[in-house]
């Protein structure tokens, strides 16, 4: 298909789509002529991911081009390539953004009495730290026992997660960057869902 | 304690602390003199607050606004203000945002097959339809079934919530909108690790 019949496919503007194959966010089509392109599924397919990783996972083009790079060149052990392209995610990692100098003690203190095995310089002990803050100052009451709590049940989410990787790499790579993006939203309204069946069904018996 | 010292207890420059003043963010000090005011801890705590909601939150001055609105004036009925609290919230309330027209039919079908007593016309209901639309244009095989077992697990993470909601009308929507804004970055970190800890502990299984 030509360039048109990829935005008409996608919705996106012909602009947006020169702009993502000038920033390499989207590969050449086969060249036809001097300035005509053929394009094919793999091209919807990409444009596509690139609009949901921007307006659904709110993750900037910049950071749309490194999960990008990790889903094209998976390299080999697939343990640390999951976890390379997971870290591609974390928020404390993110130019502009992050720790500003939070301690991980306590964080690092709750991973290990929880038991959870993780690597100590894992960015999202980071971002855990910075959000807990953030509680605290807000004066939620989020303690260690209830984020163990949290923990016990999001533990069962990741479970679901890591189940549903497909056992090639490339695939592998690219389930977990774009599924830990896309569904978190997913999650995050499941959870005021579940709120307000919670809070109602609680109130019905308190009533 | 003045302006200045406000702005050094939270770190907040002074002219961002005016313009809070001036937009109502924040409630005026005690008058000392035509130039000045005298602020307290009530001060601090607000502005704590609205730093947390716009920079972990990641809501607008304006989406704050309206949050705030619902803190200083949390009505009468408990369900309803927690529920309407929780509503402005909603991604697909805010403005320029949201579903663009997505059915919510494949929603509405699976939060009745879930069992879940869910209010017809809640926005979550709009904005879990955006986010699994989305799953699927990245084919990530997110059916019915899998989406059952999230919600399994997220409603032990809701129980959690709603069991440490305070019992006074205003500390319980402050918690509500607070902690459902705030909680959503502990959770998205705590994925990320127990992943993590999930994968390594499968990969050690499967080795």
Same mark, same amino acid.
């Given at each position: 298909?030509?360039?048109?019949?990829? /935005?008409?496919?996608?919705?996106?503007?012909?602009? *947006?789509?020169?702009?993502?194959?000038?920033?390499?966010?989207?590969?050449?089509?086969?060249?036809?002529?001097?300035?005509?392109?053929?394009?094919?599924?793999?091209?919807?397919?990409?444009?596509?991911?690139?609009?949901?990783? &921007?307006?659904?996972?709110?993750? &900037? @083009?910049?950071?749309?081009?490194?999960?990008?790079?990790?889903? *094209?060149?998976?390299?080999?052990?697939?343990?640390?390539?999951?976890?390379?392209?997971?870290?591609?995610?974390?928020? &404390?990692?993110?130019?502009?953004?992050?720790?500003?100098?939070? /301690?991980?003690?306590?964080?690092?203190?709750?991973?290990?009495?929880?038991?959870?095995?993780?690597?100590?310089?894992?960015?999202? @002990?980071?971002?855990?730290?910075?959000?807990?803050?953030?509680?605290?100052?807000?004066?939620?009451?989020?303690?260690?026992?209830?984020? &163990?709590?949290?923990?016990?049940?999001?533990?069962?989410?990741?479970?679901?997660?890591?189940? *549903?990787?497909?056992?090639?790499?490339?695939?592998?790579?690219?389930?977990?960057?774009?599924?830990?993006?896309?569904?978190?939203?997913?999650?995050?309204?499941?959870?005021? @869902?579940?709120?307000?069946?919670?809070?109602?069904?609680?109130?019905?018996?308190?009533?």
């Amino acid at each position: 298909m030509r360039l048109a019949e990829l /935005s008409a496919e996608t919705g996106v503007a012909i602009p *947006t789509l020169k702009y993502y194959l000038r920033e390499g966010l989207l590969h050449p089509g086969r060249s036809l002529s001097r300035t005509q392109a053929d394009y094919d599924e793999s091209h919807v397919d990409r444009v596509r991911l690139v609009r949901a990783l &921007s307006e659904v996972g709110g993750l &900037s @083009l910049a950071r749309i081009e490194q999960v990008l790079d990790v889903i *094209t060149d998976p390299g080999t052990d697939r343990l640390h390539v999951l976890e390379a392209a997971q870290r591609t995610l974390a928020r &404390s990692g993110r130019p502009g953004e992050g720790d500003e100098g939070v /301690s991980t003690d306590r964080v690092r203190a709750w991973v290990e009495q929880h038991g959870w095995e993780i690597d100590p310089q894992d960015p999202f @002990l980071d971002d855990l730290a910075l959000a807990w803050e953030a509680c605290d100052h807000a004066a939620l009451g989020l303690d260690e026992e209830r984020m &163990s709590r949290y923990a016990d049940h999001v533990e069962g989410v990741a479970a679901v997660d890591v189940g *549903t990787v497909p056992a090639d790499p490339e695939g592998a790579v690219r389930h977990v960057v774009v599924g830990t993006v896309l569904v978190d939203p997913v999650l995050v309204a499941l959870r005021r @869902l579940a709120q307000q069946h919670v809070s109602r069904r609680t109130e019905r018996v308190g009533t």
